[in-house]
T-cell receptor
Framework: KAGVTQTPRYLIKTRGQQVTLSCSPISGHRSVSWYQQTPGQGLQFLFEYFSETQRNKGNFPGRFSGRQFSNSRSEMNVSTLELGDSALYLC?????????????FGPGTRLTVL | GQQLNQSPQSMFIQEGEDVSMNCTSSSIFNTWLWYKQDPGEGPVLLIALYKAGELTSNGRLTAQFGITRKDSFLNISASIPSDVGIYFCAGLTSGTYKYIFGTGTRLKVLA
């Protein structure tokens, strides 16, 4: 079974631009979560989608948004990029319907904002 | 919000030594997960625990789900250089579907 895939792996943008990141979950997984990881902040939860609905949300500004499609693939969008948005963005998938569940991560997208 | 206290934050050990790290929470979890992350890569799942008291091994790694359901431990036996990385714990509470992550333990192995 293929793992979680993320595209692109690397991205360079300039301040003020917007960016869209893509995540394809493991087949059969309906929950997709997004995390931001910076060297000093660890894993910060952005949001979680299940069956095309945002079910959980972290404490990030409205510039960060996401969506999930009917095939469970998910996209994350960041508008009006700031230098502080430079980070590794991780996507993770799970079955999403049980409290005894296992979450698997993709390789991440490294975003650099200049 | 919920927090996971993970310790130690970092550790240097000699190759061949055993390593222990743990996570504690103020909340009860139904699932504990342990991950290892190499630089620039996504975390890789090492061990998943679903039951209080459960002890699970994966090669040289052994993890336990605490009886109180508020803590978990990861042990690495006979460490080798490729064990270098950051280890994260994560917990899942009933009904939330949102994983809470520890701050990570950075492991460095001296050959």
């Amino acid at each position: 079974k293929a793992g979680v895939t993320q595209t692109p792996r690397y991205l360079i943008k300039t301040r003020g631009q917007q960016v869209t990141l893509s995540c394809s979950p493991i087949s059969g997984h309906r929950s997709v979560s997004w995390y931001q990881q910076t060297p000093g902040q660890g894993l910060q939860f952005l949001f979680e989608y299940f069956s095309e609905t945002q079910r959980n949300k972290g404490n990030f500004p409205g510039r960060f948004s996401g969506r999930q499609f009917s095939n469970s693939r998910s996209e994350m969008n960041v508008s009006t990029l700031e230098l502080g948005d430079s980070a590794l963005y991780l996507c993770a998938s799970s079955l999403g319907h049980s409290s005894t569940d296992t979450q698997y991560f993709g390789p991440g997208t490294r975003l650099t904002v200049l | 919000g919920q927090q996971l206290n993970q310790s130690p934050q970092s550790m240097f050990i000699q190759e061949g030594e055993d390593v222990s790290m743990n996570c504690t929470s103020s909340s009860i979890f139904n699932t504990w997960l342990w991950y290892k992350q190499d630089p620039g890569e996504g975390p890789v799942l090492l061990i998943a625990l679903y039951k209080a008291g459960e002890l699970t091994s994966n090669g040289r790694l052994t993890a336990q789900f605490g009886i109180t359901r508020k803590d978990s431990f990861l042990n690495i036996s006979a460490s080798i250089p490729s064990d270098v990385g950051i280890y994260f714990c994560a917990g899942l509470t009933s009904g939330t579907y949102k994983y809470i992550f520890g701050t990570g333990t950075r492991l460095k192995v001296l050959a």
